[in-house]
């Protein structure tokens, strides 16, 4: 990628010429297009539950918590719908669907000994105009 060449010096001491062969460099315009695109490349990927849930927002019940409208059926915080990673008691892992309520995952279509262990927003739409 680069006519000069970059030493880089290994764990144990010992410099080596630096090959940059496989090195994907993206190059950005503005500070606005460098965080469109860092932005982009979080979205892409998974998440570890581990990590990290989607982000809840208050669902139509919240305003009745604490009061006596309120029933043990009802959530206070949901999340959007994104895309997860479930893994089977029998080791088999599928993608699925599903979101949080109350830091608790629902899966669109609920299976048994099934356990969300990442996720990841969904895609923006495709747009024509972008694949020009």
């Known amino acids: 990628m680069s006519d000069g060449m970059t030493l880089v010096q290994n764990e144990d001491g010992v410099f080596d010429a630096y090959d940059d062969t496989y090195d994907i460099v993206i190059h950005c315009e503005s500070k606005e297009e460098q965080d469109k695109t860092i932005e982009h490349l979080k979205s892409t990927s998974w ?61 669109a279509h609920p299976t048994l000994n099934g356990t969300v262990i990442a996720w990841k927003p969904f895609p923006n739409p495709y747009k024509e105009n972008d694949n020009k």
Request: proline residues 3%.
């Open 47 to 107: 998440i570890p539950v581990t990590e990290r849930l989607p982000e809840e927002h208050d669902s139509i019940f919240a305003k009745l918590k604490g009061t006596n409208k309120w029933s043990e059926s009802m959530f206070e915080r949901t999340s959007y719908e994104v895309i997860v990673t479930v893994k089977y008691a029998d080791g088999i892992i599928l993608t699925k669907t599903a979101h949080t309520t109350d830091g608790k995952w629902k899966l």
